[in-house]
């Protein structure tokens, strides 16, 4: 059974509008990541939260907001949706302290129309 | 800039030969570092961590690591068709907050 379980595994999304990708881990770790992948930008690290506060943001646009609801669940909003935004997100965890290995999900692929 | 650069972008053995992927970082705050791969249409699995200068070896993968020149690389002997997929190095200097990967190597293991 995954571990790590993202919602929904693929979408298409208008120009301008938003969407939520959703994301939920089993693996009682304590830190949650958000990456991108595109042809352009392989595994670009976008943000890294620890016990539902953020560590770390490397994605210069307020266009992608993180949200937690709760310490295994970290989803991401995406607003004002642009054609470059198409890629696959993918959702990591680790468990900090003990080698921090990351774990991801199997990605959710977006692609704006 | 990429702070983690991989080479080659690809690579093609054949069944039972040994493959090696390098990869060298730009920030000398990096003293973690992780080689993962990702088969298609899947997310990245983790292959193995190296932390401290010399070789680490786990079964068919043997990953060294030269801090002072920021250079660490990945051998697999014995390379399977399985072994077929993108190969990334990633690498981080807290161990927790972020993790930079590289462009991947892709290899292709010619039955």
């Known amino acids: 059974d995954p571990k790590i379980i993202q919602k929904p595994k693929y979408l298409v999304a208008v120009t301008g509008s938003e969407k939520i990708l959703i994301c939920e881990q089993y693996?009682?770790?304590?830190?949650m990541y958000w990456y991108r992948q595109s042809a352009k930008k392989p595994l670009e690290f976008m943000f890294s939260?620890?016990?539902?506060?953020?560590?770390d943001n490397q994605t210069a646009s307020s266009r992608f907001q993180p949200q937690s609801s709760k310490k295994n669940h970290l989803d991401l909003q995406i607003t004002a949706l642009k054609p470059d935004d198409s890629a696959t997100y993918f959702c990591?965890?680790?468990?900090?302290?003990?080698?921090?290995?990351?774990?991801f999900g199997e990605g959710s692929r977006l692609i704006v129309v | 800039q990429q702070k983690v650069q991989q080479s080659p972008e690809s690579l093609s053995v054949p069944e039972g030969g040994m493959a090696s992927l390098n990869c060298t970082s730009s920030?000398?705050?990096?003293?973690y570092f992780w080689w993962y791969r990702q088969h298609s249409g899947e997310g990245p699995k983790a292959l193995m961590?190296?932390?401290?200068?010399g070789d680490k070896k786990e079964g068919r993968f043997t990953a060294h690591l030269n801090k002072a020149s920021l250079h660490v690389s990945l051998h697999i002997r014995d390379s399977q068709p399985s072994d077929s997929a993108l190969y990334f190095c990633a690498a981080s200097n807290t161990g927790y907050q972020n993790f930079y990967f590289g462009k991947g190597t892709s290899l292709t293991v010619i039955p």
């Open positions: 920030d000398r705050n990096f003293q």
């Open positions: 939260y620890s016990y539902q506060k953020l560590m």
């Open positions: 961590s190296i932390f401290s200068d």
């Open positions: 693996l009682g770790h304590n830190a």
């Open positions: 990591a965890s680790s468990q900090v302290g003990t080698g921090n290995t990351l774990y």
